[in-house]
């Protein structure tokens, strides 16, 4: 079993819909819940950072955890051309950063 | 704004020879990360660093791969001999400490093209 689990897409999204990106991870210790952009050829760019059970807000994102059901997912707002990237999901456990996959955001103008 | 700095941004290289990629964390930052990147994969952690000393090492080909930070500021990643299938993106990352609060920031990378 994968430790963190992540649809590859492609995920299509017309232009100023909400996109809905998720992840589940393996561990209940894992303490501490990124989300990465990634655009091709490019390094991952840390866009949210959750640590407790909720929501977060940052703009036109917005980050929930749900520990219970290991569970995060990354709503984007009002979706743009530019959002279109790879979206990783990373899990902090014990110390150790482990990485989804990614899954492939496209936005359709 | 600080920002992680790698290089060379790109390396071409063919198999059995050496190469050294070198990454300067952003200023402060005393945890220093090597992760590889295959394509259509999430980054591997390949080495963490607090300040000088390793904390991790336990995915690194050890016969192949080594990593220091003398100083604990910059640090170097080389691989002797490469082979084909190391030809990855190599990232480097820092944050300020460890703990569950530290994010870690990510450099360009180095693309890797082992023939």
Redesign the interface.
Known sequence: QKEVEQNSGPLSVPEGAIASLNCTYSDRGSQSFFWYRQYSGKSPELIMSIYSNGDKEDGRFTAQLNKASQYVSLLIRDSQPSDSATYLCAVLTDEKLTFGTGTRLTIIP | EAEVAQSPRYKITEKSQAVAFWCDPISGHATL?WYRQIL??????LV?FQDESV??DSQLPKDRFSAERLKGVDSTLKIQPAELGDSA?Y?CASSPG????H???????T?LTVL
């Open positions: 990360y259509g994969q999430g980054p591997e952690l963490q904390v991790d993106m990232l460890t703990g569950p609060f994010e870690q920031f990510f450099g360009p990378g693309r």
